[in-house]
């Protein structure tokens, strides 16, 4: 049955081509995951029961085979009883009597032929075909010619005495006649197994795999489409039930962490909105400490100023006769009178910064004579501090670009700030130098320091760091602050380094040099110090 080979092998490829195409997703069309299933267990079953069918019909076919087989040797073996006792008589009219009988008698089983030979091989009665005495078929069954003349012999013979061999011929057979039958029980076999495995098959796989799997599928698009109350109720411990737990559990997690993220953009907005309402409270503060600010220092300009007047006339017309006592309240007040308009005008330049008005000339100067001037001035209010300023030799004139006021204003503020806080019978070093491109002023003190946790406040606003220092020379924290805005208006860095055991503070400004080339053609220009608020908040 070799030929049988090719069919079954053209099937089996003819399978693997289509579910290759069936799996074949590069023309980007969705398919439908059931119609796959179903089309691969109908293939597949068909090969089974195509294998199952030629099991049976070889079955069948064999079954056939042995029944014929056993039908010819009971013939021949009736036939030899029968012509036995003409055998022994050696009556040969009888016997080929008898073999035309038993010849019309069998005539059902399409015997063709009939053949009787003596012990010597002899043919003594002879009926049907010549073929009989071919004795090329000596010996042939019917195993070995399926469709051909059937021979089977068959020996006459009594108590092992051998009187001689009967030879039946039986007709040729078409291929129906040996195949129908198993054909038709392969057809059978295969169709009935075909058709109930295949959509017993397709219905579990439908019922156990697909539904499921859509299930899955409708339940993950619900999820990407917000939807988070998703139940699957799937009660299986294989691999779909894990993927439905996932996706139930992704749902509440997602749902969890959505309730999170409400929550906290419910009270992320409600910080917004406390913010927003402390900023516009902190800036109307901001505004009237601006407001209340200028008003002060602009309310104490006239009656200081009336004031300075007065302990100027004072105290120069101190030579007439006056008593000891009123000599030392003259004297008070003719130096308190300028500490007064010092604080008034810090007053009034911390209002200008506040609203971004204050306002800066640019020109090239002579940053050694400003050191110089404002050493020498200073030097002449130590005497009641007990403190001596010592000046480093610097003779070089190095030129700056900056608003010469503001420039001596910052010397002012970093030498007097020195000497208030440094002890009697210290001293005040002033350094000025250059450096990679600037022009370098170091005021160093012999004071306390300031401590880590005061260091951050240094060129704050109203940033006093020793409030226990109650000495009329204390002022009210505004001149580094200043000092510091002014730095940055001319590109310069204000500095400081200081040690809290008591070895002292330096302050250092940084103010980039003017060369030759910068100076050529050049004209003043005026620039603008912007509000410190919104400096803080850049």
């Known amino acids: 049955m070799s030929y049988c080979l090719l069919p079954v092998t053209g099937a089996v490829s003819w399978k693997v081509s289509v579910v290759n195409n069936f799996g074949n997703k590069a023309d980007g069309k969705k398919r439908s995951l059931a119609l796959r299933f179903v089309s691969m267990t109908i293939l597949g ?59 019309s008698l069998a005539g059902h089983g399409n015997l063709k032929g009939i053949k009787f030979s003596d012990a010597t091989g002899q043919a003594l009665a002879t009926l049907g075909e010549v073929g009989l005495n071919d004795p090329s078929l000596a010996g042939t069954t019917i195993g070995e010619r399926l469709f051909g003349p059937h021979y089977i012999e068959h020996p006459v013979a009594i108590e092992n005495v051998h009187y001689g061999t009967i030879r039946l011929a039986f007709g040729e057979r078409t291929f129906f006649e040996t195949f129908g039958v198993a054909m038709i029980v392969t057809l059978l076999v295969t169709s009935s197994v075909v058709l109930v495995s295949a959509l017993w098959f397709s219905w579990l796989t439908v019922r156990t795999v697909i539904e499921p799997i859509q299930a899955i599928q409708v339940a993950a698009e619900q999820l990407a489409n917000g939807k988070r109350d998703i139940t699957l109720g799937f009660n299986r411990n294989d691999e779909i039930g894990q993927l439905g737990d996932s996706i139930e559990n992704l749902a509440q997690q997602l749902n969890k962490g959505e309730e999170k993220l409400r929550e906290t953009a419910r009270e992320a907005r409600k910080a917004q909105i406390s913010e927003a309402r402390l900023r516009k409270k902190t800036e109307e503060m901001a505004r009237l400490k601006s407001d209340f600010i200028a008003v002060v220092a602009h309310e104490l300009g006239t009656p200081l100023s009336v004031v300075t007047l007065y302990s100027d006339i004072l105290a120069s017309s101190k030579a007439r006769n006056v008593d000891e006592d009123t000599s030392e309240a003259i004297d008070g007040l003719a130096a308190a009178a300028p500490r007064l308009n010092s604080i ?63 420039i001596r204003q910052i010397m002012d503020n970093l030498l007097s700030n020195a000497i208030k806080y440094s002890p009697a019978g210290t001293t005040v070093s002033v350094r000025f130098f250059t450096d990679n491109g600037n022009a370098v002023v170091e005021v160093e003190d012999q004071g306390s320091g300031i401590s880590h946790v005061n260091r951050s406040r240094v060129f704050e606003m109203f940033g006093r760091l020793d409030h226990s220092d109650n000495r009329d020379t204390a002022g009210l924290g505004l001149g580094l602050a200043i000092s510091a805005k002014i730095a940055q208006a001319h590109a310069a860095t204000l500095s400081f380094n200081s040690e809290s055991n008591g070895r002292g503070t330096t302050f250092t400004l940084r103010i980039p040099l003017l060369n030759a080339e910068e100076m050529k053609d050049f004209r003043s220009i005026e620039v603008s110090i912007v509000k410190v608020a919104e400096e803080a908040g850049a």
């Open 344 to 406: 008034v005008n810090d007053l009034m330049d911390a209002a200008l910064l506040d609203r971004g008005m204050m306002r800066i000339t640019m020109r090239p100067l002579n940053l050694t004579e400003i050191v110089k001037e404002a050493v020498r001035d200073v030097a002449r209010t130590t005497e009641t501090h007990d403190v001596d300023v010592h000046r480093g030799s610097f003779d070089e004139e190095i030129t700056v670009l900056g608003d010469k006021v503001r």
């Open 45 to 103: 079953q068909a090969l089974f029961g195509v294998i199952l069918g030629l099991g049976a019909g070889t079955y069948v076919v064999a079954s056939d085979y042995r029944a014929r087989y056993a039908y010819m040797q009971d013939v021949a073996g009736a036939m030899a009883a029968s012509v036995l006792p003409m055998v022994m008589d050696r009556d040969i009219p009888a016997i080929q009597g008898q073999l035309e009988t038993l010849q």
